[in-house]
């Protein structure tokens, strides 16, 4: 290949265009002769036919240096062959850039014929350097577009003759996938940008983010000014295992954040959340304190603080986070039976559930698919019976008929009511939309009534229930059939009652457009005639709901104490509303995966004798902390101590008892009683 070919593929610019081995004869002239003179013109102003072939004029001199590169040969060894292609171009950039000279030479003339002999020395030499920087301007522009033009045609060619081409990136799945979470959505911004605007949105928080100063940029959560400044608590995280494309990840606690832990449950069992402030004082990033505070401002109505507290600990547990762990990727799990991790669940939960409030369901549908993806196929909160709901709310209709289509054959969702009644609404609510083809929309409308008359015939007992929550009065056909009747919803096994309580008092208001209802209405009367010409899928459907519906089990209990709905809630089993529930851990696993082990607590209650029980009784403010068997009992140096405490406590009670003098009336009649009026 030649040194021109090469030059071009490394993209060299030249100020002078390929001269050809006759065209070296070049004039050089004086500024003052070239203006006087002027070039040679035919009739009509034209230049004569050989002027342009006879030489080259160089405007700069030193343009000329080894101009000896130009004047070589065809290639050596087979060179030529790869060349062809080049020096037609170059041929071809030389016709152009003649012609361009051609047209700025007559345009110069003719300014100069306009000009006054006395000007022309003094305005010659500017117009001369304006058409030096065109003309360049102008052989570059060139030489770089037909440059690039040049080398893919050389890489073209290449690739032709050997046969093979570069290897490039492997090519993108046309579909995500169905836990695929996005990062722009997790911030709930970006949704409410949408609804009000951008200026309205961060009108106030633009000159706050130019002052802070934390160490590391998240996506779960954006830092406040007005937290505390964030020092490692001792919390990290570790990589147990990956195998098959999927990473095991585990939370650890230091042996200072274990010692915070374990105070924190002393103040929970204290049942006093002034202690959890005074833990928090020191421990500012403590993940359980902030959870369990911030259900204490939830349940006194701050719903702000509530939320400031949830994402706090969001923030520290994101910190914490292994280099290689990715929240959207949908391969990283974390176990739910080690306790450590069960706090970055009850956060995320936390956190969707205000932002659902907040009116953000985009927002919380990424947040459901983050803590399905932690785990999926145990699903230790039961996620599945709320994605549906966040899917309908957002108008992801083609999401949720997505997901259904491809989990439908390993995890069997038209089991569950929440499904059952949700799909067949989506593709409804997507024949209702104007901006699909009339065959689409035909299908989707089939492919809903196909689907609720499946669901109406596998759980009966929700139509009524469902009626009466939007406040529709069935009519006397459906309200005195045996199929819709009172029967279906008492003879439904209770964990199946359970699960249609949820759905029914989380997404019963979907249902109350005037359109759904109507289709709805359609649908019922096309069952009640399969019922009654004695269609086999009643029978069949009747049989699988006292197979499958025997008993809950215990994650979707976990869900219903979380959900906080109060039907779901009544609807627990005995053995399970009776347990005491912590809202740092509601009903844990029951193999759960321990890495350290709480030290056993000596109970004052259980070691004091009868005395000091009474005294605690009468006195909360009595402790008797120094009553140890090992230390003698309540005897010995520690008797004073009691005393002591005793007396305090005493002190204590009688500062709090208040003496109101009670106002004696006046007898104003000493005869006797006076008659009332």
């Known amino acids: 290949m030649s040194r021109r070919a090469l030059r071009r593929l490394r993209g060299e610019q030249r100020g002078q265009e390929p001269l050809g081995p006759g065209a070296l004869q070049f004039v050089l002239h004086d500024d003052d002769d070239v203006e006087e003179e002027g070039p040679k013109r035919g009739p009509g102003g034209r230049r004569p036919r050989g002027a342009g072939e006879e030489g080259v004029r160089v405007n700069n001199r030193f343009e000329l240096i080894n101009i000896e590169d130009l004047e070589e040969a065809p290639g050596v060894n087979g060179d030529r062959t790869d060349c062809l292609l080049i020096d037609a171009a170059a041929s071809g950039d030389k016709r152009r850039a003649q012609s361009g000279r051609a047209e700025s030479r007559k345009d110069g003339d003719v300014a100069d014929a306009a000009v006054p002999p006395e000007q022309s020395n003094t305005s010659g030499k500017l117009r001369k350097k304006k058409r030096k920087q065109k003309n360049k301007k102008n052989a570059a522009g060139e030489s770089s577009e037909n440059g690039l033009e040049d080398i893919d045609r050389i890489l073209e060619r290449i690739e032709d003759a050997s046969g093979c081409s570069h290897p490039g990136p492997p090519p993108l799945s046309a579909k995500k996938h169905v836990l695929y979470v996005e990062h722009r959505h997790l911030n709930p911004d970006t949704e409410l940008k949408r609804y009000f605007g951008a200026r309205a949105i961060l009108g106030e928080q633009r000159p706050r983010q130019r002052q802070r100063v934390y160490p590391k940029c998240t996506w779960l959560t954006t830092p406040k000014s007005a937290w505390p400044r964030y020092t490692k608590p001792g919390l990290s995280m570790r990589l147990l295992e990956s195998r098959k494309g999927r990473s095991t990840f585990a939370f650890e606690h230091s042996e200072e954040y274990q010692q915070t832990q374990h105070k924190f449950l002393a103040a929970v069992e204290s049942l006093e959340p002034n202690n959890i402030v005074v833990l928090l004082q020191t421990s500012p990033y403590h993940v359980d304190s902030?959870?369990?505070?911030?259900?204490?401002?939830?349940?006194?109505?701050?719903?702000?603080?509530?939320?400031?507290?949830?994402?706090?600990?969001?923030?520290?547990?994101?910190?914490?986070?292994?280099?290689?762990?990715?929240?959207?990727?949908?391969?990283?799990?974390?176990?739910?039976?080690?306790?450590?991790?069960?706090?970055?669940?009850?956060?995320?939960?936390?956190?969707?559930?205000?932002?659902?409030?907040?009116?953000?369901?985009?927002?919380?549908?990424?947040?459901?698919?983050?803590?399905?993806?932690?785990?999926?196929?145990?699903?230790?909160?039961?996620?599945?019976?709320?994605?549906?709901?966040?899917?309908?709310?957002?108008?992801?209709?083609?999401?949720?008929?997505?997901?259904?289509?491809?989990?439908?054959?390993?995890?069997?969702?038209?089991?569950?009511?929440?499904?059952?009644?949700?799909?067949?609404?989506?593709?409804?609510?997507?024949?209702?939309?104007?901006?699909?083809?009339?065959?689409?929309?035909?299908?989707?409308?089939?492919?809903?009534?196909?689907?609720?008359?499946?669901?109406?015939?596998?759980?009966?007992?929700?139509?009524?229930?469902?009626?009466?929550?939007?406040?529709?009065?069935?009519?006397?056909?459906?309200?005195?059939?045996?199929?819709?009747?009172?029967?279906?919803?008492?003879?439904?096994?209770?964990?199946?009652?359970?699960?249609?309580?949820?759905?029914?008092?989380?997404?019963?208001?979907?249902?109350?457009?005037?359109?759904?209802?109507?289709?709805?209405?359609?649908?019922?009367?096309?069952?009640?005639?399969?019922?009654?010409?004695?269609?086999?899928?009643?029978?069949?459907?009747?049989?699988?709901?006292?197979?499958?519906?025997?008993?809950?089990?215990?994650?979707?209990?976990?869900?219903?104490?979380?959900?906080?709905?109060?039907?779901?809630?009544?609807?627990?089993?005995?053995?399970?509303?009776?347990?005491?529930?912590?809202?740092?851990?509601?009903?844990?696993?029951?193999?759960?995966?321990?890495?350290?082990?709480?030290?056993?607590?000596?109970?004052?209650?259980?070691?004091?004798?009868?005395?000091?029980?009474?005294?605690?009784?009468?006195?909360?403010?009595?402790?008797?902390?120094?009553?140890?068997?090992?230390?003698?009992?309540?005897?010995?140096?520690?008797?004073?101590?009691?005393?002591?405490?005793?007396?305090?406590?005493?002190?204590?009670?009688?500062?709090?008892?208040?003496?109101?003098?009670?106002e004696v009336p006046r007898e104003d009649h000493p005869e006797g009683d006076g008659e009332w009026d």
């Open 290 to 662: 902030l959870l369990q505070l911030s259900d204490a401002c939830r349940f006194q109505e701050d719903q702000e603080m509530a939320r400031d507290l949830v994402e706090r600990a969001l923030y520290s547990m994101e910190c914490a986070f292994h280099p290689l762990f990715s929240l959207t990727s949908g391969t990283c799990r974390l176990d739910y039976r080690r306790p450590e991790n069960r706090s970055f669940y009850l956060a995320l939960y936390k956190q969707m559930s205000f932002l659902e409030k907040r009116g953000c369901p985009r927002t919380a549908l990424e947040y459901c698919k983050l803590i399905l993806s932690l785990e999926p196929d145990e699903d230790p909160l039961c996620m599945l019976l709320l994605l549906d709901h966040l899917a309908l709310r957002a108008r992801s209709y083609e999401y949720l008929i997505r997901l259904f289509q491809e989990w439908e054959a390993h995890r069997n969702l038209s089991q569950l009511p929440n499904f059952a009644f949700s799909v067949p609404l989506a593709y409804f609510l997507l024949s209702q939309q104007a901006d699909l083809p009339n065959q689409e929309l035909s299908s989707a409308r089939e492919k809903a009534s196909l689907l609720i008359q499946q669901a109406l015939f596998m759980f009966p007992g929700v139509l009524m229930p469902l009626l009466e929550y939007c406040s529709v009065r069935p009519d006397t056909a459906v309200a005195a059939h045996r199929f819709f009747g009172p029967d279906a919803e008492i003879s439904q096994p209770p964990a199946l009652s359970q699960l249609v309580s949820l759905y029914l008092g989380r997404s019963h208001f979907l249902w109350k457009e005037p359109a759904t209802m109507s289709w709805l209405e359609e649908n019922v009367h096309e069952v009640l005639q399969a019922v009654d010409a004695g269609d086999p899928a009643v029978e069949a459907c009747e049989s699988r709901r006292k197979v499958l519906y025997q008993r809950a089990p215990r994650n979707i209990h976990r869900h219903v104490v979380l959900s906080e709905i109060k039907e779901a809630v009544a609807a627990l089993p005995p053995d399970v509303s009776t347990q005491s529930v912590l809202g740092y851990d509601p009903l844990p696993p029951l193999d759960t995966i321990y890495s350290y082990v709480r030290p056993e607590r000596l109970s004052p209650v259980s070691h004091g004798n009868t005395i000091a029980l009474f005294f605690r009784s009468l006195l909360p403010n009595y402790t008797v902390e120094g009553e140890r068997p090992e230390d003698g009992g309540a005897g010995g140096p520690h008797l004073d101590q009691g005393l002591n405490r005793l007396m305090l406590a005493l002190r204590d009670m009688m500062a709090n008892f208040h003496f109101h003098d009670l």
